[in-house]
T-cell receptor, first 115, second 109 residues
Framework: SAVISQKPSRDICQRGTSLTIQCQVD?????MFWYRQQPGQSLTLIAT?????????ESGFVIDKFPISRPNLTFSTLTVSNMSPEDSSIYLC????????????FGPGTRLTVL | ELKVEQNPLFLSMQEGKNYTIYCNYS?????LYWYRQDPGKSLESLFV???NGAVKQEGRLMASLDTKARLSTLHITAAVHDLSATYFC?????????WGAGTKLIIKP
């Protein structure tokens, strides 16, 4: 398994500002993922972050709005830029382990409220 | 395009009863995942199923996979209140997981 921490756990931000969310893993992993989850909804993949390459964004998400860094195999950041109330959500990072099952483990999440 | 459908989306049941959550996926996938999410919490990995006929059990939960029918089931035996949560299935396509909508399970004492 993998132990994942996220900072901050929650934040309340003003419209137009930006927030950077950090994700730290206790072991080296190749693949890290950033998800968004609206209350009562399923998960939506924002992007996949691999070390040493540009993040791969899913349809509806763009780098200017959600820039991602992946400086090493244990750390990644997601920035939510120029925020609006529609960005209020829970943001989750996850990692895929390199075992045969390719299990994905999730961080505790960052609950973001934009006023 | 891979789509994943769960049903039911909401389930209220009494303690001690058995029930099954169904997860259908539309195209070939080489892994099927089940997760649990408690209110306000993150997701906890329950099972990863790899092959046709795979069955895994943990306590009162048992998951199975039928790749020919593109169906996975999560069976709950003699439900207890502590199993109340939202359960998600997800099918793997290339590098990403495609998620079902989730089944909110409420178990009444």
């Amino acid at each position: 398994s993998a132990v994942i921490s996220q900072k901050p756990s929650r934040d309340i931000c003003q419209r137009g500002t930006s927030l950077t969310i950090q994700c730290q893993v206790d072991s080296q992993v190749t693949m890290m993922f950033w998800y968004r989850q609206q209350p009562g909804q399923s998960l939506t993949l924002i992007a996949t972050a691999n070390q040493g390459s540009e993040a791969t964004y899913e349809s509806g998400f763009v780098i200017d709005k959600f820039p991602i860094s992946r400086p090493n195999l244990t750390f990644s950041t997601l920035t939510v830029s120029n925020m609006s109330p529609e960005d209020s959500s829970i943001y989750l990072c996850s990692v895929e382990t390199g075992t045969g099952y390719n299990e994905q483990f999730f961080g505790p999440g960052t609950r973001l409220t934009v006023l | 395009e891979l789509k994943v459908e769960q049903n039911p989306l909401f389930l209220s049941m009494q303690e001690g009863k058995n029930y099954t959550i169904y997860c259908n996926y539309s195209t070939t996938s080489d892994r099927l995942y089940w997760y649990r999410q408690d209110p306000g919490k993150s997701l906890e990995s329950l099972f990863v199923l790899l092959s046709n006929g795979a069955v895994k059990q943990e306590g009162r939960l048992m998951a199975s996979l039928d790749t020919k029918a593109r169906l996975s089931t999560l069976h709950i035996t003699a439900a207890v209140h502590d199993l109340s949560a939202t359960y998600f299935c997800a099918a793997k396509l290339n590098y990403q997981l495609i998620w079902g909508a989730g089944t909110k399970l409420i178990i009444k004492p």
